[in-house]
T-cell receptor, first 114, second 115 residues
């Protein structure tokens, strides 16, 4: 299995809702990433997990809360989002935090905040 | 700190024409270089990468890129494009040292192949 899966594919939520995005990989990768991508822009790094521990938080607002329950799974919990948070959220994984290995990206979750 | 410049935001070409997408980077350390492709409404897929060794790297679908250290460039080329190559292309760099967890992306180049 050489892919990263993300669910749901699309999500529409109100500003008072709580929802979660899910990312899964079964490649034995120990580094996992969340990115946010606005239209016609490159991905922006949000969080990095290494060996299930949060390594990097790129000054992301607390309304985004990441969780890594095990080495295969990465969640992003959403609460009280703003319309400007509407974007494509991409998950990626990598064999380890360092080294020459590339990041493998999932297909993304298209989030719309009303 | 590293940076990546993709000089062309859009490149329109006709089918079967050659294409070059330009990428220049800036870094004070040795780097790894990547080209990712993003088709509409999809995630990013790795197209090719330069880590070390031969400066010319090739992908399975006919793209190639050449690492030029003196010009700090990693331009992407294809001798004959297809309609299906229409996509956004991102050049990215990471440092080859111990803290290379992060990819720095260029702003992307939209390649549009017309019939």
């Amino acid at each position: 299995d050489t892919e990263v899966t993300q669910t749901p594919k699309h999500l529409v939520m109100g500003m008072t809702n709580k929802k979660s995005l899910k990312c899964e990989q079964h490649m034995g990768h120990r580094a996992m990433y969340w990115y946010k991508q606005k239209a016609k822009k490159p991905p922006e790094l949000m969080f990095v997990y290494s060996y299930e521990k949060l390594s990097i938080n790129e000054s992301v607002p607390s309304r985004f809360s990441p969780e890594c329950p095990n080495s295969s799974l990465l969640n992003l919990h959403l609460h009280a989002l703003q319309p400007e948070d509407s974007a494509l959220y991409l998950c990626a994984s990598r064999m380890g935090l360092a080294g020459s290995n590339e990041q493998f990206f999932g297909p993304g979750t298209r989030l719309t905040v009303l | 700190a590293q940076s990546v410049t993709q000089l062309d935001s859009q490149v329109p070409v006709f089918e079967e024409a050659p294409v070059e997408l330009r990428c220049n980077y800036s870094s004070s350390v040795s780097v790894y270089l990547f080209w990712y492709v993003q088709y509409p409404n999809q995630g990013l897929q790795l197209l090719l990468k330069y880590l070390s060794g031969s400066t010319l790297v090739e992908s399975i679908n006919g793209f190639e890129a050449e690492f030029n250290k003196s010009q700090t460039s990693f331009h992407l080329r294809k001798p004959s494009v297809h309609i299906s190559d229409t996509a956004e292309y991102f050049c990215a760099v990471s440092d080859s040292g111990g803290s290379n967890y992060k990819l720095t992306f260029g702003k992307g180049t939209l390649l549009t192949v017309n019939p």
